[in-house]
């Protein structure tokens, strides 16, 4: 069975500094990586996502993230924050033993300091 | 705009009583999802569909009811036997696995 390990259940940052919040995945097949950013009262919003091809994938809003087979890692990262950036950011995953089903993250709360 | 809709925002009821939350979407997606979201628990399944009139039981599907008569359609009921419904409650929808989710607004429901 899949499952999804946010590290860090808050970050707390400067505006302008960079972040990464980190994300680790277990799964025994080819998987699916999805980041996913939630303001207060809101849904969730896909920043990215990984299928396939290049391990460095570019979202909106200025967030990157990586994909590390081997460490079986999928971090975001972003090189300057703002305070809009204040947050919850869900990693999730997918994969065919799954039937494709996303499984989330307990989440990341990112605070956005002046 | 093509999107997912949930109604209402929020929802108050009273213990005891069995509430339904509306979730209807116009994207033309197959699968359709329900979420229960709690402080710091993330993102729990309560119950999927993939085609119309068909749908699976998630991770904590008791307590809970839907139906899915119509592909824009797939509303969740709270029933009584739901010991701890207070929550936030996410409807989404996929068209194939490689796009992901698309996620309505939420409903939060508070029971007294």
Known sequence: AQS???????????????VE????????????????????NQGL????KYLSGSTLVKGINGFEAEFNKSQTSFHLRKPSVHISDTAEYFCA??????????????????TVNP | DGGITQSPKYLFRKEGQ????????????????????????????????????????????EGYSVSREKKESFPLTVTSAQKNPT????????????????????????VV
């Open chain 2, 87 to 110: 929550a936030f409650y996410l409807c989404a929808s996929s068209i194939d696995f490689g796009n992901g989710y698309t996620f309505g607004s939420g409903t939060r429901l508070t």
């Open chain 1, 45 to 48: 919003q896909l920043l990215l």
């Open chain 1, 93 to 110: 995953v997918s994969d065919k033993g799954s039937n494709y089903k996303l499984t989330f993250g307990k989440g990341t709360l990112l």
């Open chain 1, 4 to 18: 999804v390990t946010q590290l860090d259940s808050q970050v707390p940052v400067f505006e302008e500094a960079p």
């Open chain 2, 18 to 61: 069995n509430v339904t939350l509306s979730c209807e979407q116009n994207l033309n997606h197959d699968a359709m999802y329900w979420y229960r979201q709690d402080p710091g628990q993330g993102l729990r399944l309560i119950y999927y569909s993939q085609i119309v009139n068909d749908f699976q039981k998630g991770d904590i599907a």
């Open chain 1, 21 to 40: 919040l980190r994300c680790n995945y277990s799964s025994s097949v080819s998987v699916y990586l999805f980041w996913y950013v939630q303001y207060p």
